[in-house]
C-alpha cells in the first residue's frame, strides 16, 4: 500500500508539472520504499517464502544478485517522470534476492566495514548536509571558485581535481562524524527508549496491589481479626 501511494503521488506530482528537481520527484518513492518494502520482506522471510532461494548455489545467486543491482542502478539513472517507480519494484526484487546470507554480493554485504556503514547510515543521513550545504562557502572563503548548482547547495561545482578531493575529505569527515553521533548520541538514544519509563515503573505496584473480584471482601482490622 506504501509503494503504491508512493507510485501514485510521484505520477501526480510529475503529471502536473511539480518537483522537477530528481530528489524531489523520488521523494515519495523513497519514502514508500524505505518502509513498507522492509516490513513486507520481513513478514514474507518469517513465513519461508525465500526458501528456495536458499537452495540455490551460489554462484547462480551472485549472477542474480548483480543483474539485480545493475539493473536498478540503470533504473536509477535513466527513469525520469512517473518512470521512476520503477526504482520500488527493482529495489524489491534486490532486496529479495539478498535475503540469504549467501551469494557474492550479499557476502560482501556482511564484511565488516559494510556492515559498520549500516549501523551508521541514519546518522549519516542525518549530518551529512550540515557539511555538503557549507562546502561552497568555505570554497569561497578561501578564494576557490565555487557554484551551487541545485537548489539548497547540497551539489556544488568546482574545478575537477578540487571536485575530486573535497569529495573524498567530505566522504572522510562525514562517516568519521556519524560513527562519534552513533556512538554517542543515536544508540544512547536507543538503549533509553527500550527501557520501562519511571511512571510505569511506580504504576505497577499500586496495579498490583489493587483486590482482585475473586471471592467477598475481606475487612482486617487493627486487632488483626477479620470480619
Known amino acids: 500500500l506504501g509503494s503504491a501511494g508512493g507510485a501514485s503521488d510521484t505520477a501526480i506530482?510529475?503529471?502536473k508539472g511539480e518537483g522537477a528537481d530528481g530528489s524531489e520527484q523520488r521523494a515519495p518513492v523513497r519514502g514508500a520504499a524505505g518502509g513498507s518494502i522492509g516490513v513486507c520482506l520481513f513478514h514474507l522471510r518469517e513465513r519461508g517464502a525465500f526458501r528456495r532461494l536458499e537452495t540455490m548455489s551460489s554462484g547462480l545467486l551472485?549472477?542474480?544478485q548483480l543483474a539485480c543491482a545493475a539493473i536498478l542502478l540503470l533504473t536509477l539513472t535513466y527513469c525520469t517522470g512517473a518512470w521512476i517507480a520503477l526504482d520500488i519494484l527493482m529495489l524489491a526484487v534486490l532486496l529479495c534476492v539478498l535475503q540469504c546470507d549467501h551469494g557474492g554480493l550479499a557476502m560482501l554485504l556482511?564484511?565488516?566495514p559494510i556492515q559498520a556503514l549500516g549501523r551508521w547510515s541514519y546518522s549519516i543521513y542525518l549530518v551529512h548536509l550540515a557539511f555538503v550545504l557549507n562546502v561552497k562557502l568555505a570554497l569561497q572563503h578561501i578564494g576557490?571558485?565555487?557554484?551551487?548548482s541545485v537548489k539548497w547547495g547540497q551539489v556544488v561545482q568546482t574545478r575537477p581535481l578540487t571536485g575530486d578531493l573535497l569529495l573524498?575529505?567530505?566522504l572522510a569527515v562525514v562517516i568519521a562524524a556519524s560513527a562519534l553521533t552513533y556512538r554517542w548520541i543515536e544508540e544512547p538514544a536507543r538503549r533509553f527508549g527500550r527501557k520501562p519509563w519511571p511512571a510505569l515503573r511506580r504504576r505497577a505496584p499500586v496495579a498490583a496491589a489493587q483486590p482482585t473480584p475473586a471471592g467477598p471482601a475481606v475487612a482486617v482490622h487493627s486487632d488483626n481479626t477479620a470480619g
Open 13 to 15: 506530482t510529475v503529471s
Open 62 to 64: 551472485t549472477v542474480l
Open 110 to 112: 556482511r564484511t565488516r
Open 144 to 148: 576557490m571558485p565555487a557554484v551551487a
Open 168 to 170: 573524498l575529505v567530505v
